[in-house]
């Protein structure tokens, strides 16, 4: 029985290439995977880049209850029993996008030739090619105990470091200036 997965970011800042580099191929091959030519704006994951050296790659967190399928009035986002995530069912998208408005991350987006809805389907398999094709290796396809597990790992690997300023920094983004107040 295969387990709900999500697309996770899992850097290694403490490795020269454990860092998103910003080359953008996984949306390239996203939207090759879905659509037969390199088009980023027809992908399903995106590169955003947070204007300080720092890129990150976002795709859907596959929620529980996800606030798309909720937000969807012609019940065009639907289960998959396979892939235990939901889909969007093109035949039944409008492309009105409140699904767009409803995700807390921003992550659903209009194709802009089909005007449907857009969001990651894992690619229908247990190896994504986001995860399969990604130079750095940061991409990972994971499920909810495998994300669990590598997000105490990442946390505690920042608790321990050495350098206390990059202890307040999720993620392993650039350190943060902070002054620490004299007890």
């Known amino acids: 029985m295969a387990k709900k997965k999500r697309i996770v970011y899992t850097n290694r800042p403490w490795e020269a290439t454990g860092i998103c580099s910003g080359c953008k191929l996984c949306e390239l091959w996203c939207s090759l995977q879905h659509n037969g030519a390199f088009n980023p704006a027809r992908a399903r994951i995106r590169v955003v880049e947070l204007g300080t050296g720092v890129d990150v790659p976002v795709t859907c967190q596959q929620?529980?209850?996800?606030?798309?399928?909720?937000?969807?009035?012609?019940?065009?986002?639907?289960?998959?029993?396979?892939?235990?995530?939901?889909?969007?069912?093109?035949?039944?998208?409008?492309?009105?996008?409140?699904?767009?408005?409803?995700?807390?991350?921003?992550?659903?987006?209009?194709?802009?030739q089909t005007k449907k809805a857009l969001k990651c389907d894992l690619c229908g398999t247990e190896d994504p090619v986001c995860v399969a094709k990604c130079p750095s290796r940061v991409l990972g396809a994971l499920g909810d105990l495998e994300a669990g597990e590598y997000n105490r790992r990442r946390f505690a690997t920042l608790l321990a470091a050495e350098d206390e300023t990059l202890r307040y920094v999720p993620g392993g983004e650039e350190p943060i200036e902070k002054k620490l107040e004299k007890r």
Request: hydrophobic fraction near 35%; proline fraction near 6%; aromatic fraction near 6%.
């Open 63 to 112: 929620c529980t209850d996800p606030a798309c399928q909720a937000s969807c009035n012609f019940e065009a986002i639907v289960y998959d029993d396979k892939l235990k995530i939901v889909l969007v069912d093109d035949g039944k998208c409008t492309g009105c996008r409140d699904c767009v408005g409803a995700c807390p991350f921003g992550i659903i987006t209009i194709d802009p």
